[in-house]
């Protein structure tokens, strides 16, 4: 799930569990709205943690070898 899911899924979580009044007997709405602002929040987390493990900072002064000049000198 990207970012744009964990949005949605804060968006419609919130949806559900502050701007809605719907009473089911079988289901509580408002949980399921907490549920899904709470998984979204945790992916938004994950996603962030994810992307900054993945940004690869190289130091000034480092020489970047290519393949091709580790194979063939």
């Not at 502050?18 to 998984?39: C, E, N, P, S």
Request: hydrophobic letters at 50%; aromatic letters at 6%.
């Amino acid at each position: 799930m990207g970012l744009g899911g964990c949005i949605i899924l804060i968006g419609a979580g919130a949806i559900l569990a502050f701007a809605t009044d719907w009473k089911m007997d079988t289901v509580d709405v408002d949980l399921v709205g907490w549920i899904m602002m709470i998984v979204g929040i945790i992916g938004v987390f994950v996603y962030a943690s994810i992307a900054r493990r993945r940004r690869m900072i190289v130091p000034p002064g480092t020489t970047v070898v290519s393949e091709h000049e580790r194979h063939h000198p």
